[in-house]
């Protein structure tokens, strides 16, 4: 296992892993999610080919719809 920092608290995850590989992991949806790794946004078309390792920093927002339209 490697130790990495996932949203500010530390996770271990196999070896080998890539982004995309931990964001299924996580099981969440891909159509909306944002990730930033070692502090530099990566491409959802990067994902697959952006291995981690021991002591990366990644951040995973997710944006969730809704609110009130009327609101202005």
Same mark, same amino acid.
């Given at each position: 296992?490697?130790?990495?920092?996932?949203?500010? =608290? +530390?996770? *271990?995850?196999? +070896?080998?892993?890539?982004?995309? &590989?931990?964001? #299924?992991?996580?099981?969440? +949806?891909? =159509?909306?999610?944002?990730? *930033?790794?070692?502090?530099?946004?990566?491409?959802? &078309?990067?994902?697959?080919?952006? +291995?981690?390792?021991?002591? &990366?920093?990644? =951040?995973?927002? #997710?944006?969730?719809?809704?609110?009130?339209?009327?609101?202005?």
């Amino acid at each position: 296992m490697i130790a990495i920092i996932l949203n500010g =608290e +530390p996770k *271990e995850i196999a +070896p080998g892993q890539s982004i995309l &590989d931990l964001v #299924q992991t996580l099981n969440l +949806p891909t =159509e909306r999610l944002a990730i *930033e790794h070692n502090l530099k946004i990566v491409k959802r &078309d990067h994902w697959n080919y952006q +291995p981690l390792v021991h002591g &990366d920093k990644v =951040e995973i927002v #997710q944006f969730v719809g809704g609110g009130n339209a009327g609101i202005c």
